[in-house]
């Protein structure tokens, strides 16, 4: 509906510029276009604007407006139980059928509901129209030969991107935000010194009040153990395997043999890690269980080096093609001081050129570090759920991120402290990688700078 | 003997070379057999090195044309030509730098005290520990003056102890001029020296290795008058005890500092003599343009 | 007189030579690790999941009596109700009279899939005619059995104990409806056809792919605008001041948050600030949104940045003001570049799990999502949940959903690179 009105005010935008330039395009102070973006954006953009925010406000206001005349005997009704209440009128309106203690209350609410639902709309669209009209009047009111419709249509798309990129600024104002939020109401209830340092974690709350434990336990300390013991595990993977690689694939393989592996090894970057989740947890830890049996050890079926293991491949795609870029960019008149000397080819690599470029690959490393840190499929289903306060790799531990997914998936009431714990750690998790990535990136800049 | 043929040889020369603008094929053609004879003494007593027929590809593209020339001992000798006419390459065929270019070809035979140095039984680290290098532009590694210099003896274990690498390294920088003024600061980095006191650093760190020869490629391009003057300076002592070959495109600096210039063009040796006989008394067309100023 | 330095370093060169070889084997035997698991993962991946595309059928004899069914047979809601299952075990008590007790029977029933009823009613809705007939149906296998034929048990030992989960009989009958030539395997339809189910033979991929493929919708449809206006203002018209330096920062920065403390964002602020309904693809679609915008912005900056400058002078230089140089010439040229950055985005997006689980979108959803806001969930969410399922079935179906996920991310990619090749140009 809307769209076809933007079409017809930008054909009437059109001809209106035609009509008033005495049909000589050449008088006219912008394109024809533009004086039909115009009218189209007068048409449409307010109506559009207003038509998002009525769809947003309308069912609050339509509750607020219900629940204003409840029977006295419900007045005291806690936030839940009325949110408990609509859900269920929704539902009764949707034809599902709905078991409740007062039937006639729901369908009372429910007619009631469909009424003003019904009234909103129509108000919406008789609002939603008469703007488009205005704005269309306006525009017939406004384009004239002489009208800079050019500036006032630029303006509006310059606007339009500027609001896109604020998006993204947006988007981490969010996350803080709502991660800090509900941080700071688990807080309430549990100390964040205890959060950060105390020694034990088992976040289920009890059923009954007097249950041993009831309150449960939120010392996150042995989840940043398991991770750092997972992400340790990954980096002696990752690291020497990748550094390995790139070194021999920027100096030693040939023009041929590198343009074949180097996509092979970004492979390994693009796999899904649900795929990695799913390998590692029906075959490595499997292999690697059997391994230690074998060996005699005793391993856990989810032993943190196979989670270790299997992360630490899939980082090393995020090693290597950092450290190939740093080491790329060390000049070449570097390598040939070295060979001038008749130093080896080894030799130069490992006395000049990781040198050189060990800032850089610092900084790609402890970017490989935060990926690790934030990696959720391949521990949530390959390493354990105790949190064992452990250094063994060989035993079961637990993650930061394992513990937001179990505490966030499945039934939840947002004011646990249950709940609330997942988002503290979110907020850990999102500090730490954060502070990480600031670092890595400042390092591998000053270091792109050194060289230019 | 040489000159005999020199005289006999001096007509095709001219023709060969004042064919105009013929097509690059001809042009071709015409030099990779040999169209351009060498002029002047490309022999000397007691060879260092000795070069023959050597050609150079990189890929399809040929970059040196069949040259000979032979370098004495204690030596001083300026490559010159115009930008682009393969003084450099050939600069790097003798030590072998080449090697690295992968798509780059050496063919003929280049001989360091009668061993040819692209036989199978030479060893390149060795021969690049005898024939060290001084780059165009001032590359010290990322690391401390000391260790700059250390760096040679250090990877071919020329030092048993600590107070011989410190004597070795001292004595280098001294021998490029250089100790006095870095004395008190060697374990700063090298990379935050001036421009001229970081080629002399380079210097150091080459003749650190007690190379037998000594190939330089335009070490001053990139420095200033001053820093210049002081590099020439040092290669006026260090000839004394090691054979230098020093590519230049300043003719000045070939003239101060050169007892024998080579005069290459397009890939090809042109002519090759006494300094002072090319730049007064140039005998090939070609030499005399560049000398002459009329292209270059 | 000193020694020579060639004589000097003599002695060392033999060791110095050895390093360098070792050296190069490490860097060898580097890249061969990491390709060696690759190759071992594919192959342990096809090898689990390739038996997943067949499914196991049994050929019975169904007499269909028409006491059995409603009188008026031109009436498909009356032949709905009718008792399909016990058709079914009729027949099957035909084929194997010696099942006589309970537990027999029991075990006789647990042959075919308690899905198969449900074909067969569709069946006979479709064509009534065959009322009063007796007919051969090809009915689906339950799992075990399923399991059993595809990888028969080794030797006399009957496999290992405990993992055999078919009673002797049961084995008997097979192997006697096998001699009879109504075993066989068929291509499994179902597989690409059904939603999830908690039967591995019944279950399919084909609502977690259509979920997955109204949440991509969303993503593309909000964040190839948005992420290309963002990284247009950014390189064309951003003034160079705080502002625009804090926004690259945190695009930057961004691009390397993990992807959980995204699904955090969406629960906290979509689903339980703005009220999306929970587990959603339109929930999904603005996560994920959130999560490629910084991967979009990135490349598209470079894109734009690649457009040399000369283009740009052309333009102002005939007049048109900067707005109409950007949107007419810069753009353009830039567009293939932003739509390979696009498509790799949405590759990555494609393959993501970890925020979906945050907002919910691991419910078991047997039906085929209809609309942007049911309850969905994605193909990734649904490899997930199948490769926790303790179903034999239901391991190689994960293989099979993970082939099936490879394969869209093959083409993606091969698009990027077709498009890159087919566009690209050296300025």
Redesign the interface.
């Known amino acids: 509906m809307i769209c076809l009105l933007a079409g017809a005010a930008f054909v009437f935008g059109r001809h209106r510029a035609y009509a008033t330039s005495g049909k000589s395009i050449s008088t006219l102070h912008s394109l024809p276009g533009h004086y039909g973006l115009y009218a189209l954006i007068l048409t449409t953009l307010p109506a559009v604007a207003l038509l998002m925010f009525w769809s947003m406000l309308a069912p609050r206001v339509i509750e607020v407006l219900l629940l204003a005349d409840l029977p006295a005997a419900m007045q005291g009704w806690s936030q839940e139980q009325l949110g408990l209440l609509l859900n269920d009128v929704r539902n009764s309106l949707k034809g599902y059928s709905v078991a409740s203690d007062n039937p006639e209350l729901i369908t009372q609410f429910g007619e009631r509901y469909q009424d003003m639902e019904q009234a909103s709309n129509w108000l919406l669209w008789i609002t939603v129209l008469s703007l488009c009209a205005g704005g269309l009047a306006w525009a017939w009111y406004k384009i004239r030969a002489d009208h800079p419709a050019r500036h006032r249509v630029e303006a509006v798309a310059v606007t339009g991107l500027i609001a896109c990129s604020l998006i993204a600024l947006l988007t981490t104002i969010g996350i803080v935000l709502s991660v800090l939020f509900e941080s700071l109401r688990f807080f309430q209830h549990v100390p964040v010194t205890e959060f950060l340092f105390g020694l034990d974690w088992s976040p289920q709350t009890a059923i009954r009040e007097d249950q041993v434990g009831s309150s449960g336990a939120f010392g996150a300390v042995p989840l940043f153990a398991g991770t750092l013991l997972i992400s340790a595990i990954a980096m002696l993977v990752a690291v020497p395997v990748g550094l390995m690689s790139s070194i021999y694939l920027a100096e030693y393989a040939s023009q041929r043999i590198r343009t074949i592996l180097k996509p092979l090894l970004e492979i390994l970057a693009g796999i899904p890690t649900v795929v990695y989740g799913f390998f590692a947890a029906l075959t490595v830890a499997p292999l690697v269980r059997d391994a230690g049996n074998w060996l005699g050890l005793e391993v856990a079926s989810e032993s943190a080096l196979a989670a270790g293991l299997v992360m630490g491949i899939m980082i090393i795609p995020f090693v290597s093609s950092i450290s190939d870029d740093v080491i790329s960019a060390v000049p070449r008149a570097m390598r040939e001081g070295s060979y001038g000397l008749g130093a080896t080819q080894s030799e130069t690599i490992r006395r000049v050129i990781i040198p050189a470029a060990l800032p850089g690959i610092v900084g790609g490393i402890l970017l490989a570090v935060s990926r690790a840190i934030g990696e959720t499929m391949i521990v949530v289903m390959a390493a354990g759920l105790a949190a064992n306060l452990t250094a063994n790799p060989l035993e079961a531990v637990t993650t930061v991120t394992v513990q937001i997914v179990t505490l966030l998936v499945g039934d939840q009431e947002f004011d646990s402290p249950k709940t609330l714990a997942a988002f503290a750690l979110g907020l850990t998790l999102f500090i730490v990688t954060l502070i990480l990535n600031i670092i890595a990136l400042q390092i591998v800049r000053r270091y792109r700078e050194q060289y230019d | 003997m040489r000159a005999a043929e020199d005289t006999t040889m001096e007509t095709t020369n001219d023709q060969a070379a004042g064919i105009p603008g013929g097509t690059q094929k001809e042009d071709e053609k015409l030099t990779s057999e040999a169209a351009i004879e060498t002029v002047g003494d490309i022999t000397v007593e007691n060879p260092r090195i000795q070069c023959h027929n050597v050609d150079v590809f990189y890929g399809d593209k040929q970059a040196i044309k069949n040259v000979s020339i032979e370098i004495g001992r204690n030596e001083v000798i300026a490559m010159i030509g115009p930008s682009g006419c393969g003084k450099s390459t050939f600069l790097r065929c003798l ?1 072998r ?1 080449n090697d ?1 270019i ?1 798509s780059c070809v050496v063919k003929g035979d280049i001989q360091l005290d009668g061993n040819n140095i692209y036989s199978k039984s030479t ?1 390149v ?6 024939v ?4 165009q ?1 001032p ?5 401390s003056i000391y260790e700059n210099v250390a ?2 003896p250090r ?4 030092v048993d102890s600590k107070i011989d690498l410190d004597e070795a390294v001292e004595n280098s920088l001294r021998r490029a001029g250089l100790w006095d003024e870095v004395k008190d600061r060697l374990q700063q980095p090298g990379t935050g020296l001036s421009g001229g006191q970081q080629q002399r650093l ?1 210097i150091a ?2 003749i650190a ?3 037998e020869v000594i190939l330089m490629d335009e070490p001053c391009s990139a420095l200033d008058p001053i820093a210049t003057a002081k590099i020439e300076e040092l290669m006026d002592e260090l000839s004394q005890n090691y054979t230098i070959v020093i590519v230049t495109h300043s003719m000045q600096q070939a003239a101060r500092v050169s007892k024998r210039t080579a005069y290459f063009h397009l890939g090809e040796l042109v002519e090759v003599g006494d300094t002072r006989r090319i730049f007064t008394n140039p005998q090939h067309r070609l030499t005399e343009g560049y000398i002459t100023g009329r292209f270059g | 007189m000193e020694q020579r330095t060639v004589d000097l370093m003599q002695k060392r060169l033999k060791r110095r030579y050895a390093a360098e070889r070792r050296f190069k084997w490490y860097g060898r035997i580097s890249i061969l690790i990491a390709l060696a698991f690759l190759l071992l993962m594919f192959i342990n991946i096809v090898g689990k999941g390739y038996s997943a595309f067949q499914q196991t059928h049994i050929r019975l004899a169904m007499t269909l009596d028409a006491e059995d069914f409603p009188s008026d047979i031109s009436d498909a809601e009356a032949l709905f109700a009718a008792d399909y299952s016990g058709l079914i075990k009729k027949a099957l008590r035909n084929r194997f009279p010696e099942a006589t007790n309970r537990r027999d029977k029991r075990a006789l029933y647990q042959l075919i899939s308690p899905g198969a009823s449900y074909k067969l009613r569709d069946e006979i809705i479709a064509n009534p005619a065959l009322i009063g007939q007796t007919v051969e149906v090809w009915l689906t296998a339950d799992d075990d059995v399923d399991m059993y034929v595809k990888h028969p048990p080794k030797g006399d030992a009957g496999g290992e104990p405990g993992t055999q989960r078919l009673s002797e009989k049961q084995r008997t009958w097979l192997e006697q409806l096998r001699s009879e030539d109504r075993l066989a395997k068929h291509f499994n339809t179902t597989f690409f056809k059904a939603g999830d189910s908690r039967e591995p033979e019944l279950a399919g991929i084909w609502g977690a792919l259509v979920g997955s493929f109204f949440t991509l919708l969303v993503t593309l449809c909000l964040s190839f605008p948005i992420g290309v206006g963002a990284a247009i203002y950014l390189e064309e018209f951003a003034p160079k001041n705080k502002w625009t330096d804090l926004i690259e920062v945190n695009v930057n920065n961004l691009a390397a948050v993990p992807s959980i403390v995204f699904g955090l964002l969406g629960l906290a602020v979509f689903i339980n600030f703005f009220g999306v309904p929970r587990s959603a693809p339109i929930a999904g679609g603005f996560v994920l949104t959130l999560m490629t915008l910084p991967v979009i912005i990135i490349s598209s900056r470079a894109v734009l940045k690649a457009v040399p400058p000369s283009i740009r002078e052309a333009a102002l230089g005939v007049g048109a003001s900067k707005v109409q140089m950007v949107f007419s010439h810069v753009v353009p040229l830039a567009l293939p570049g932003m739509l390979t950055g696009t498509i790799i985005g949405m590759g990555r997006a494609l393959g993501e799990t970890a925020p979906l689980l945050m907002i919910g979108m691991m419910a078991f959803v047997v039906d085929i999502p209809g609309s942007l806001f049911d309850s969905s969930t994605a193909l990734p969410v649904q490899i997930y949940l199948w490769a926790d399922s303790p179903e034999r079935g239901f391991e190689e179906r994960t293989s099979a959903a993970i082939m099936v996920l490879l394969a869209f991310l093959v083409v993606m990619n091969a698009a990027a690179v077709y498009l890159r090749k087919r566009f690209e140009r050296k300025w």
């Open positions: 030590n730098m690295i992968e060893d680290v060795t021969l690049r520990a005898q060290g290098m001084v780059f532009r590359n010290p590694f990322p690391k760096y040679g990877i071919h274990g020329l380079c760190r080459t290795v007690r190379p």
